[in-house]
């Protein structure tokens, strides 16, 4: 099961860090996604992490602004977002796969577990 939390309403150029508590696997046995959905737009990958490898990926307009990590200890996954933009704005989802490698990580049908959703809204 994975859970996100941390979303919320800030300002262009503010900053916000996105959890995703992870239960009933181990975190070194799962790759750890963070996805986003803004209205009328396709879902879209926006980090990667395989913390059994220490592998991490990007989308491209997030680069040098957001960092995903992990915590083994707390079972839990962050996305640390920094100077956030409007087009930032979306409903933010964690996934895990069991066999997701670097080349893949933006392919959604790798994902075997979904959280609920975190809303994330950046005012201009």
């Known amino acids: 099961q994975l859970v996100e939390s941390g979303g919320g309403l800030v300002p262009s150029g503010g900053s916000l860090t996105l959890s995703c508590a992870v239960s009933?696997?181990?975190?070194?046995?799962?790759?750890i996604g963070w996805f986003r959905q803004a209205p009328g737009k396709e879902r879209e990958g926006v980090s990667y992490l395989n913390p059994r490898l220490d592998v991490t990926a990007y989308l491209e307009s997030v680069k040098g602004r957001f960092t995903i990590s992990a915590n083994d200890a707390a079972h839990s996954v962050y996305l640390e977002m920094n100077d956030l933009r409007p087009e930032d704005t979306a409903v933010y989802y964690c996934?895990?796969?069991?066999?997701?490698?670097?080349?893949?990580?933006?392919?959604?049908?790798?994902?075997?577990?979904w959280g609920q959703g975190t809303q994330v809204t950046v005012s201009s």
């Open positions: 009933g696997f181990t975190l070194g046995s799962v790759a």
């Open positions: 996934a895990a796969s069991p066999h997701t490698d670097l080349g893949s990580w933006t392919n959604e049908g790798l994902y075997l577990n």
